[in-house]
């Protein structure tokens, strides 16, 4: 019996988000006296590949197949089936990331394994295999009991810190049984979203809304976005209207984002938008409006016009940044 974890990687680096699930599995593996195992498509290093050691993993399992660098959720799910009977796990441990969203569903239905998708906490092992969610956006908790022999579950990003040791994880090449049936979808473009950082990857994220008036005053919020190492974001009126993309949209029917800090301008903080970013630890509000029903949800607040403060807090980041 293991822990299995999927670590899935861009461009050659395994993703943030997958160090997070990487650390969980080795918790829950510890907890249960048992090992982890990490499984990475793809190209990646050899040294990449045995760092997950930093995050727990014991073994690290490579299907070095460069066909596999953009992995189909359905090829995913078959490599991961086969490496959960090679390693007899009995947990299988995702990020809630977009892959993890798009593969733990079908291997739950593939293994009829138990999942519980965003999970929050460790699962309380003394009492079944209860692991908290939020439901609801977030306005409440589920402790949800996998009672399935096998059971997933998908880590919601930044919800916990890394912590790295300096252990490192034995690399093992794996060979699934592939065919060319398994590359019938091939995707034609990979485009990194929202700017330099990708969005749900992001410590810091930096929003704008309608209070922006125009996708021609962009520039502001890059500046400081820029100037900060933070992705962009925007409500759903302003990707409604094509001001930005509809990738950047954040809320109830958008992206959930959980960065260390975001900063909105201009957004005037409906409870649709607070949906998709109320798990945020530290939120900055820049509204001129002093009713704006966002800065409740505020840990600081600055009301003011977004046009001259946004440009003052940029200058103020890069003088601070030398
Ligand atoms: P507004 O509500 O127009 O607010 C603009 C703000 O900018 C105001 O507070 C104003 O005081 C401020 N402002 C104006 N000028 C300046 C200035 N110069 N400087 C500083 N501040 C200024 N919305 C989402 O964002 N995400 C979702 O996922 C989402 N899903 C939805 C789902 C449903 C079913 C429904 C019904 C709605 C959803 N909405 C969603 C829409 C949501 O209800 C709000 O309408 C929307 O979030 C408002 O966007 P906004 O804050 O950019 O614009």
């Given at each position: 019996?293991?822990?299995?974890i999927f670590?899935?990687?861009?461009?050659?680096?395994?993703?943030?988000?997958?160090?997070?699930?990487?650390?969980?599995?080795?918790?829950?593996?510890?907890?249960?006296?048992?090992?982890?195992?990490?499984?990475?498509?793809?190209?990646?290093?050899?040294?990449e590949?045995?760092?997950?050691?930093?995050?727990?993993?014991?073994?690290?399992?490579?299907?070095?197949?460069?066909?596999?660098?953009?992995?189909?959720?359905?090829?995913?799910?078959?490599?991961?089936?086969?490496?959960?009977?090679?390693?007899?796990?009995?947990?299988?441990?995702?990020?809630?990331?977009?892959?993890?969203?798009?593969?733990?569903?079908?291997?739950?239905?593939?293994?009829?394994?138990?999942?519980?998708?965003?999970?929050?906490?460790?699962?309380?092992?003394?009492?079944?295999?209860?692991?908290?969610?939020?439901?609801f956006?977030?306005?409440?908790?589920?402790?949800?009991?996998?009672?399935?022999?096998?059971?997933?579950?998908?880590?919601?990003?930044?919800?916990?810190?890394?912590?790295?040791?300096?252990?490192?994880?034995?690399?093992?090449?794996?060979?699934?049984?592939?065919?060319?049936?398994?590359?019938?979808?091939?995707?034609?473009?990979?485009?990194?979203?929202s700017?330099?950082?990708?969005?749900?990857?992001?410590?810091?994220?930096?929003?704008?809304?309608?209070?922006?008036?125009?996708?021609?005053?962009?520039?502001?919020?890059?500046?400081?976005?820029?100037?900060?190492?933070?992705?962009?974001?925007?409500?759903?009126?302003?990707?409604?209207?094509?001001?930005?993309?509809?990738?950047?949209?954040?809320?109830?029917?958008?992206?959930?984002?959980?960065?260390?800090?975001?900063i909105?301008?201009?957004?005037?903080?409906?409870?649709?938008?607070?949906?998709?970013?109320?798990?945020?630890?530290?939120?900055?509000?820049?509204?001129?409006?002093?009713?704006?029903?966002?800065?409740?949800?505020?840990?600081?607040?600055?009301?003011?016009?977004?046009?001259?403060?946004?440009?003052?807090?940029?200058?103020?980041?890069?003088?601070?940044?030398?």
């Amino acid at each position: 019996m293991s822990v299995l974890i999927f670590a899935d990687q861009f461009q050659g680096k395994i993703k943030k988000s997958a160090l997070e699930a990487v650390q969980y599995g080795a918790k829950v593996a510890a907890q249960s006296g048992t090992t982890a195992t990490a499984l990475v498509a793809g190209e990646v290093s050899a040294e990449e590949l045995a760092s997950l050691g930093q995050y727990g993993a014991q073994k690290v399992l490579h299907v070095a197949d460069a066909r596999l660098n953009e992995l189909e959720a359905g090829t995913a799910t078959k490599i991961l089936a086969e490496a959960v009977a090679k390693e007899n796990a009995a947990v299988v441990v995702f990020s809630h990331n977009f892959s993890g969203r798009a593969i733990a569903p079908q291997l739950s239905s593939r293994l009829k394994a138990g999942l519980v998708a965003g999970a929050i906490s460790l699962p309380d092992t003394a009492n079944g295999f209860v692991v908290k969610k939020n439901v609801f956006s977030g306005k409440a908790f589920a402790n949800v009991n996998i009672t399935s022999e096998k059971k997933i579950v998908s880590v919601l990003p930044n919800t916990f810190s890394l912590a790295p040791t300096d252990g490192t994880a034995a690399v093992e090449a794996f060979a699934p049984a592939l065919t060319d049936a398994d590359f019938r979808i091939k995707p034609l473009k990979v485009e990194t979203i929202s700017g330099e950082v990708p969005l749900t990857e992001a410590e810091i994220v930096v929003s704008g809304g309608r209070g922006l008036k125009g996708p021609e005053h962009w520039g502001i919020l890059e500046d400081l976005a820029h100037a900060l190492g933070a992705a962009t974001a925007c409500s759903r009126p302003v990707a409604d209207a094509d001001w930005r993309p509809h990738h950047e949209h954040v809320g109830q029917t958008g992206f959930t984002v959980r960065p260390n800090l975001y900063i909105a301008i201009g957004i005037s903080g409906a409870i649709q938008h607070l949906a998709g970013v109320n798990g945020s630890k530290v939120i900055v509000v820049i509204n001129k409006d002093p009713e704006a029903p966002f800065f409740k949800a505020a840990d600081y607040g600055i009301v003011g016009d977004a046009f001259e403060v946004v440009p003052k807090l940029t200058a103020a980041v890069k003088k601070y940044k030398g």
